[in-house]
């Protein structure tokens, strides 16, 4: 079953086929300031299984460093898969539309990780906005 992915705008979508392993974070200094977060949720397809649909000549890349580079749609900024692998392209995972069915599979540059990419005491989960529900006491229960 293919899998549909999109930027924020809709400029760019593109498509994957198969199932995935499971997703790939990183959480070095420069993912995470590209992401503005915790770091970078990718998911590795090998090239065949993947395919742009719409919008390629939106995409702008952004040669960070010398082994670090960031693709981009140009309207939005949405991150976008990235390329540069003879053999894969790597996802960015929350730019899939259609569900992965599958859960963070590795953690790499787990040792320079933000020392507040953790739940502080008392944390609480909510459905959506903090004035609906909440979770019972985490994401993987039914809300209250």
Request: with cysteine.
């Given at each position: 079953m293919?899998?549909?992915?999109?930027?924020?705008?809709g400029?760019?979508?593109?498509?994957?086929?198969?199932?995935?392993?499971?997703?790939?974070?990183?959480?070095?200094?420069?993912?995470?300031?590209?992401?503005?977060?915790?770091?970078?949720?990718i998911?590795?397809?090998?090239?065949?299984r993947?395919?742009?649909?719409?919008?390629?000549?939106?995409?702008?890349?952004?040669a960070?460093?010398?082994?670090?580079?960031?693709?981009?749609?140009?309207?939005c900024?949405?991150?976008?898969?990235?390329?540069?692998?003879k053999?894969?392209?790597?996802?960015?995972?929350?730019?899939?539309?259609?569900?992965?069915?599958?859960?963070?599979?590795n953690h790499?540059?787990?040792?320079?990780?933000?020392?507040?990419?953790?739940d502080?005491?008392?944390?609480r989960y909510?459905?959506?906005?903090?004035?609906g529900?909440?979770y019972a006491?985490?994401?993987d229960r039914?809300?209250?």
């Open positions: 293919p899998r549909k992915g999109s930027c924020l705008c400029a760019l979508t593109y498509e994957v086929d198969g199932d995935f392993e499971g997703v790939w974070m990183c959480h070095c200094s420069n993912c995470r300031k590209v992401s503005g977060g915790t770091g970078n949720t998911v590795i397809v090998p090239r065949e993947f395919r742009w649909l719409s919008g390629e000549d939106h995409r702008v890349t952004y960070v460093r010398p082994t670090y580079s960031i693709t981009r749609c140009k309207t900024g949405t991150p976008l898969p990235a390329e540069e692998d053999d894969n392209v790597y996802l960015t995972a929350g730019t899939l539309d259609d569900p992965l069915d599958a859960g963070i599979k790499i540059f787990y040792g320079s990780r933000a020392d507040w990419a953790r502080a005491d008392g944390a909510f459905v959506e906005r903090s004035s529900p909440e006491h985490g994401v039914k809300p209250t």
